[in-house]
């Protein structure tokens, strides 16, 4: 199955690409590469949920967040290429979760976020990763994400 087949199976719909609200663009092709703009858990123009992890939001809220940010971040790579059966290979996800002092399971929020971009991808979705703990995130989100995708 294709990527856009594996979407409508597993019933994930895409929103459209968030337009960018600063001074940057929402996704760069460069070569075979896209990188996208980070992503915070948008959904209808509204942060799903706001706060540090696990003080504010929960463990298991944080990945329902960061799964949210990688249909951002999908939507953002679909805006750019115009299908997502265009990528290749997910090669890099950095996750960023407003940590409550004392929290050290990033990598668990991140799980989920990695587990949805294999569940799309199969084999070429799996990546490296980097998941850092933050004070503060724009308009107080959990989590922020961004990938960076080998296409054909």
Do not use: W
């Amino acid at each position: 199955m294709t990527p856009e087949e594996d979407l409508k199976r597993l019933g994930i719909n895409l929103p459209e690409a968030a337009k960018a609200v600063g001074a940057y663009v929402p996704a760069v092709r460069t070569g075979n590469l896209v990188f996208t703009a980070g992503q915070i858990p948008l959904r209808d123009g509204e942060i799903a949920c706001a706060g540090k992890v696990p003080g504010d939001v929960s463990l298991e809220s944080a990945q329902t967040a960061a799964r949210q940010c990688v249909r951002n971040a999908l939507a953002a790579l679909r805006g750019e290429l115009g299908t997502l059966d265009a990528v290749r290979r997910v090669v890099r996800m950095n996750v960023y979760v407003a940590s409550s002092d004392g929290f050290t399971g990033q990598a668990q929020v991140a799980n989920a976020a990695s587990e949805l971009l294999t569940e799309v991808f199969g084999h070429a979705g799996r990546h490296t990763r980097c998941a850092v703990g933050v004070a503060e995130l724009p308009l107080g989100a959990p989590v922020e994400l961004d990938l960076i995708v080998e296409t054909t």
